[in-house]
């Protein structure tokens, strides 16, 4: 995998802007809105930070094998192959809700459908996807991130739908942080849509991160190397036992998906190349955590603007360390979060930037 290192951001000029609003009335006034300006002004190294007027959001969909596994008679998505081409075909005809709310936000749209019709492998029983998938998944996603900046984007939105999306992205994040399969699909209202459903998606998730756990390569159940079941220290509530030699390449690779691999590598880029990624919904959240965690340094260019009621997402909003703009609840795969919140973003950063001077 190609080396991609985060670029420093600048902390001081955030910082600097910070003051400079907290100097005046009014800037001491704009509450979160100040917050939002500073950062971006961190991001640029410019006090006050110029507009956004140039962001490219870059769609990537994704086809799950689980997504059709049928489970005690059960399915953990109604999302079909068939509707995820169905919306991929509105987004190259530039038309649907998606594309709709990337015109009403002013932002260009770039799609990329590579992996709409071949599924990931189906994560509870394969892995994903072998490792040239996975090295060409880095490739297409800081291509993507590469072709965007270079033709000026100031920042970038990853948006994302699949099959199997917000399943995949929960075992990804039930994987990485050792977070029991059911406290990672919760039991809330929006855990599922009856107890059979809820059942399938638990189900594919538990076994998705055995097989993290337990399948890692050339070390599987290896004791000598520490990978026996019942192995390591005694984890605290919620947080699966034993012990995991699985990297956070690994774990792409084993239960992950091309598109998240390439949303990561993406993200990845774009922190690279000091270029700020406003991300929404769970996928892109989970994605930009996997960036952070392989690229140390990418969550300072990361910035969170939405957050739901399902733990996963949670879950990867704390491992960032942000702090989401907006609390709408948009589930799983549409991500329109981030869209929304552009024209506020702008907004927030005129405005801190005409306060700053009184």
Same mark, same amino acid.
């Given at each position: 995998m190609e080396q991609m290192t985060a670029a420093d951001f600048d902390h001081h000029t955030r910082a600097?802007?910070? /003051?400079?609003?907290?100097?005046?009335?009014?800037?001491?006034?704009?509450g979160r809105l100040a917050e939002v300006a500073s950062w971006i002004a961190g991001a640029q190294s410019a006090a006050p930070p110029h507009v956004l007027d140039d962001v490219h959001a870059i769609a990537i969909p994704g086809v799950h094998g689980c997504?059709?596994?049928?489970?005690?008679?059960?399915?953990?998505?109604?999302?079909?192959?068939?509707?995820?081409?169905?919306?991929?075909?509105?987004?190259?005809?530039?038309?649907?809700?998606?594309?709709?709310?990337?015109?009403?936000?002013?932002?260009?749209?770039q799609l990329i459908d590579e992996w709409t019709t071949t599924p990931a492998g189906s994560i509870d029983a394969a892995d994903a996807m072998d490792e040239a998938t996975y090295d060409r998944a880095v490739e297409i996603g800081a291509s993507a991130a590469d072709t965007a900046i270079d033709s000026g984007a100031q920042a970038l939105i990853p948006l994302t739908f699949g099959s199997a999306s917000a399943v995949t992205a929960a075992a990804l994040m039930g994987a990485l942080t050792r977070t029991e399969p059911v406290a990672i699909v919760g039991t809330g209202p929006t855990a599922a849509r009856d107890d059979a459903a809820w059942k399938a998606t638990v189900t594919i998730i538990r076994d998705a991160m055995f097989r993290a756990r337990f399948a890692s390569p050339a070390t599987a159940n290896s004791p000598e190397a520490g990978n026996a079941p019942g192995a390591g220290n005694t984890p605290g509530a919620g947080q699966t036992p034993g012990p995991t030699h699985s990297t956070p390449a690994d774990l792409l690779r084993r239960v992950g998906s091309p /598109?998240?691999?390439?949303?990561?590598?993406?993200?990845?880029?774009?922190?690279?190349?000091?270029?700020?990624?406003?991300?929404?919904?769970?996928?892109?959240?989970?994605?930009?955590?996997?960036?952070?965690?392989?690229?140390?340094?990418?969550?300072?260019?990361?910035?969170?603007?939405?957050?739901?009621?399902?733990?996963?997402?949670?879950?990867?909003?704390? /491992?960032?360390?942000?702090?989401?703009?907006?609390?709408?609840d948009v589930r799983a795969d549409l991500d329109i979060g981030a869209l929304l919140a552009l024209p506020m973003i702008n907004t927030a950063i005129e405005t801190a930037s005409a306060l700053s001077s009184d």
């Open positions: 600097a802007f910070t /003051e400079q609003l907290r100097g005046t009335a009014r800037g001491r006034s704009l997504a059709d596994r049928d489970v005690a008679g059960a399915r953990a998505t109604e999302t079909t192959a068939t509707d995820v081409e169905n919306w991929t075909n509105e987004l190259r005809s530039h038309s649907g809700p998606i594309a709709g709310a990337v015109r009403a936000a002013g932002a260009h749209l /598109e998240i691999v390439a949303l990561m590598a993406l993200t990845a880029r774009a922190a690279a190349r000091r270029t700020p990624v406003i991300v929404d919904g769970m996928v892109t959240t989970t994605a930009a955590v996997f960036a952070d965690r392989l690229h140390r340094g990418c969550a300072d260019w990361v910035l969170a603007t939405g957050s739901s009621h399902d733990p996963a997402h949670r879950i990867a909003i704390r /491992e960032l360390g942000v702090s989401p703009l907006l609390e709408l």
